[in-house]
């Protein structure tokens, strides 16, 4: 099993800054990739940023140029700074650890964290 505890979210003018953070616990194997998703109200979740083992990214469109993913092994923590944030960027952001273990892929998701932007 893998815990994660997320932190970082809260309120912030439009053009501010934020940094979310998720420290993962438990079974996490080296392989697994670390990400970030978010969902606002009335709409579905989607990937924000997403850091393989390697450390390759990818990057919702909206938030390239802005969103920086990042990850500590050594912590087994993942980062999200969140610079230049608009209040489109409003939402429930929720830490994802993704895992395949005998070619069955294992998703485990933190409790969220709100992300509020302010115009």
């Known amino acids: 099993q893998v815990q994660l505890a997320e932190s970082g979210g809260g309120l912030v003018h439009a053009g501010g800054s934020l940094r979310l953070s998720c420290a993962a616990s438990?079974?996490?194997?080296?392989?697994?990739?670390m990400g970030w998703y978010r969902q606002a109200p009335g709409k579905q979740r989607v990937l924000v940023a997403r850091?393989?083992?390697?450390?390759?990214?990818d990057y919702l469109d909206s938030v390239k140029g802005r969103f920086t993913i990042s990850r500590d092994n050594a912590k087994n923590t993942v980062y999200l700074q969140m610079n230049s944030l608009k209040p489109e960027d409003t939402a429930v952001y929720y830490c994802?650890?993704?895992?395949?273990?005998?070619?069955?892929?294992?998703?485990?998701w933190g409790q969220g964290t709100q992300v509020t932007v302010s115009s």
């Open positions: 994802n650890v993704r895992q395949m273990v005998n070619f069955l892929r294992y998703d485990y």
């Open positions: 850091v393989s083992s390697g450390s390759s990214t």
């Open positions: 438990g079974s996490i194997l080296s392989t697994a990739a």
